[in-house]
């Protein structure tokens, strides 16, 4: 249970890479402006690339954690609202919401995500995933649809 816990806090906020994201906080030469997507469900793409060797059902349970960590599971505002915003988009849909990424802040990233996981002693892939931004979005797409 723990190290699940370990792999949602270590991954959960992995989706604030778009420039979109940065820009709204302020890491950009442009105005800030408010980006208006979710930046846990592009994290989802990441629980699959970085844990594709765990079981399924341990793949899941990391990534309702990651998808529902800004949202309540109960009462008025549970999760359903977040899926029902994204339910009709496609990968296709996901990849233009998600796709402003610079290559190669990802593969900084991914190398950081792998080298901090093993340093912790946490069950990720032994060898860092060639992913495309197309293959993150696709990832993270799959796995939402699937939740």
């Known amino acids: 249970f723990w190290t699940w816990v370990a792999l949602a806090a270590l991954l959960h906020?992995?989706?604030?890479?778009?420039?979109g994201f940065q820009r709204m906080v302020g890491n950009t030469s442009d105005e800030a402006v408010s980006w208006g997507e979710r930046h846990e469900i592009l994290s989802l793409g990441f629980v699959e690339h970085l844990l594709s060797h765990l079981p399924d059902d341990d793949r899941l349970w990391i990534a309702a954690v990651v998808a529902g960590h800004h949202r309540p599971y109960t009462g008025v505002n549970a999760p359903r609202v977040l899926l029902a915003q994204l339910s009709d988009d496609t990968a296709d849909d996901f990849h233009e919401r998600f796709s402003r990424i610079d290559p190669e802040q990802l593969l900084r990233l991914l190398r950081w995500l792998r080298g901090t996981a093993r340093r912790l002693d946490l069950p990720v892939l032994p060898d860092l995933p060639e992913i495309s931004v197309r293959d993150l979005t696709d990832a993270a797409f799959d796995v939402f649809s699937r939740l």
């Open 13 to 19: 906020d992995t989706g604030k890479i778009p420039y």
